[in-house]
């Protein structure tokens, strides 16, 4: 098989474009007279320089997740959210009205939205009844596009994709390959990280909104050649990452083993909370889970998601999804909330057993 150039598939008008220069392009130090901006801090947060426009490169980030993740500063873009990523890898790579990307539902639906919102076509390739991906089906309609998008592990079915059929898949698809590695923190298995330099098709994309809690300052990560990074680098807006995203990641990247230690009480508290839903007789099944959530199987589930809001226990009615019936998403929160919606499953349940008079 010939080598894979990601060149041919980027649209004509993104090989040509020249990418906006900002000031801080040129010099990033300095008496800096050259952007317009205000000499005076706002008091917000002095020390934070808020008057000067963000490092366009975020390199101290780059460093930093360079050192974490085991790839190159050039192979790594940040965006607002994963959701930038989405959009900027689609933009990149499909015509409007013209190009295809593959999706495998039930999936994240930003896939289809960012599609929609530029006109380009959604093929579907479904994941089979258990979840497990069928290969053979996405290779089939990736041979008439330019992106195929896995979520792995996948939302919102919470578990991950196997890695010989993921292989699969890269080694014959001849686009552009998206791993998205949202919930990866919470798995048991490996990245797709590792497979970098073997496939020039792979993108991999993470967050620190699971994991790393920090879902409130929007930072999404995606991982590739140098070639299609420094394309991503090109479309995106000069300043996506704001100085404040950009100040409170490098904090708490710097302490990778106390969010280790979270994330290993999050996942105690999956395995408790998996138990526990299972003894409710409304609930007949919960899906294994190598996520931060659990897909729930509970008889007459869109009753139970109006109720347990009703209740102020707020879930996700998922039932609606393809493979997913009955499904309600439930996020593992601390045990304190954890508690309650088990008390509130615990009192609905009671309340269904009661006999009517």
């Not at 426009?53 to 390199?59: A, I, M, R, S, T």
């Not at 015509?95 to 990307?101: L, R, T, V, Y």
Request: net charge negative; with cysteine.
């Amino acid at each position: 098989m010939p080598a894979f150039d990601p060149l041919p598939l980027l649209r004509p008008n993104i090989r040509s474009l020249k990418p906006y220069r900002s000031a801080r392009d040129d010099f990033k130090t300095g008496i800096l007279l050259d952007a317009n901006e205000n000499p005076f801090p706002a008091e917000l947060h002095p020390e934070a320089q808020l008057n000067r426009y963000p490092d366009p490169h975020y390199d101290a980030l780059r460093d930093r997740l360079s050192t974490l993740k085991g790839v190159q500063p050039s192979q790594i873009f940040l965006g607002n959210g994963s959701d930038e990523a989405i959009d900027i890898l689609i933009r990149m790579f499909c015509e409007p009205g013209k190009d295809a990307i593959v999706i495998t539902p039930p999936t994240y639906g930003m896939y289809r939205v960012s599609a929609d919102i530029q006109d380009v076509r959604v093929k579907e390739a479904p994941l089979n009844p258990d979840f497990s991906l069928d290969a053979a089906s996405v290779i089939e309609a990736a041979a008439c596009a330019k992106l195929v998008f896995l979520c792995s592990p996948n939302n919102p079915t919470a578990n991950r994709l196997d890695s010989g059929q993921l292989r699969e898949v890269l080694s014959a698809a001849q686009c552009v390959v998206v791993v998205d590695e949202a919930y990866i923190d919470f798995s048991a298995g490996e990245s797709a990280l590792r497979w970098l330099g073997e496939f020039p098709n792979l993108v991999v994309m993470q967050t620190l909104s699971k994991a790393w809690g920090l879902a409130g300052i929007r930072l999404g990560m995606a991982f590739a050649s140098e070639t299609i990074i420094s394309y991503m680098m090109r479309v995106k807006p000069p300043y996506n990452v704001n100085t404040l995203t950009q100040q409170a990641a490098l904090r708490v990247l710097a302490e990778p083993e106390r969010i280790s230690a979270l994330v290993k009480q999050l996942l105690q508290e999956r395995a408790r909370l998996a138990v526990a839903l299972a003894k409710f007789p409304a609930v007949y099944k919960v899906e294994p889970s190598d996520a931060n959530f659990l897909l729930v199987r509970v008889k007459d589930a869109l009753s139970w998601y109006k109720t347990l809001a009703a209740e102020n226990v707020i879930v996700r009615y998922r039932g609606d999804q393809l493979h997913c019936a009955d499904g309600l998403r439930i996020t593992v929160g601390s045990p304190e909330e954890n508690e309650a919606l088990l008390k509130a499953f615990q009192k609905l349940s009671a309340e269904i057993q009661q006999p009517s008079s």
